[in-house]
């Protein structure tokens, strides 16, 4: 049997071969420094919110966009201008579509609930209701009920074709007379075409009926006698300087004359006084209230104004051209002029430049009504106004110009010595500006020299060979000025401290 000793055992002190006898192996281990897991976490931990911040106070949008399918141009309009979305990015597109009324919204190309941002790019699908070109079969009319036509006309949506009612002894009630066609033939109808359908009503009844005297009364009256005695009424409108609005100035059948029931009979109408329109252009408001008192026919709007050269209230435009009739139902839109200085509130103080609803925004909003001002920020040190707040501002500007807006750096603190409130260790020695910008004091006095002085500073922590915890490792400004007794240092200027920490050691 083979000797169960191990290999090298067989080599004793004095079996060994001299070599063997006269090295001496000693095994040396490196030294490795140990990782600082949790320096690493933090770290990892710091550069994630960072990131997330950035993302969510720099790109993620904020305007939650809504479901406009179904709603109109006009819906999406005064959202984009609510919103100050950029109108350029939005586009709207035609398109034909039978189930959906003209004006409607079909698609959006941005779904319902999603976050956009100001610029976003925004296409619409606007309906145009039924195609007018489309081609649609014409029944055989003439074998159709009323009920029917009107079947077809409303399944068809045919918006031109009409049925219109008359009597007639040859035709049964309800059946079609004739019918005629006006822009195209029957066999190339389409929905665009107008299409007249007569449909009797039947015999005519034989009640007779004997007119009454209309002439100046109302309207209503002549309208009710029609409806009970079954008569059909024509309404014809027209000026008139004698009768009043709404009032009868004549009739087609005289007073006293007998018809049957079913026949017609015109009435004309008064619309009022014919009201032409004046040119208003260099007119004052008040010589317009003035006129529109004694036209009180006239529905004028004075609400809109911009900027001009003309004297404030002074009528620069508007939308009735002069001499036209005047419809009492339509509206006249003057364009006033707001005169040529800019009167600026006071209730912007305070306030940063550019808040929401703040003196940025209304000067866009003055601008867009033709102001055309600028705006030329001055920075001042202030002892009442914090950092980056509007301090004042011009109240008023000419049209055209630029305007002064004052904004605060914040106090400019003097740097001074501390008397006797912080002291060294042996409790002689003051500490002292000069102690911090040579780094010789510790974190504890460090920041109560700062808090005491009220200076706008930050702390970190690192580690630094030949350093105690707690002590300062280096001290800067913002701005890498001195920091020393005797200087100024502005409020908005941040002095930045590092301190030893040990855990920071690698």
Known sequence: MPDDKNFLDQFSDQGKPASFQEEERIPVQRERKP???????????????????????????????????????SDVAAWVKQQGIEASGVIFDDTYDFDSAEGTILKQSVEAGRKVRKDVKLNFTLSLGPDPEEKISVPNLSEMTKDEIQEWISSNKLLKTKTVTAYNTEVPENEVIDYSFSGCEEDNFTRGCTLKINVSKGAAPAGKVSVEDFEKKPFATVEAWAKNNKIELIKVEQYSDKIDQDYVISQSIASGKTIKEGDTMTVVVSKGVAVYMPNMVGWTKKQVDAWMRKNPTAYIDTEKGIYSSEAKDVVLSQSLSAGSLIDPSSLIELTMSLGNIVDIPGNFVGGEYHDRGGLHDWKDQQNELGADITVNRIYEFSDDIPVNKIIRYDNGVYVGSSMNVWISKGRNILLEDPKDLFKKEDGVTPVTWADLYNCKLVEDDARALCDWANITYEVSYA????????????????????IAAGTYLPESIT????????????
């Open 35 to 73: 990782l600082n897991v949790k320096a690493l976490i933090i770290a990892a931990i710091v550069l994630a919110v960072l990131g997330i911040l950035s993302y969510f106070l720099f790109f993620a949008p904020k305007i939650e966009m809504p479901d406009f399918v179904g709603k109109t141009r």
């Open 463 to 482: 580690y630094a060979p030949g350093k105690a915890n707690g002590e300062m490792i280096s001290v800067r400004r913002w701005d890498d000025k001195p």
């Open 495 to 506: 002095v930045y401290i590092t301190i030893c920490d040990d855990s920071y050691k690698q």
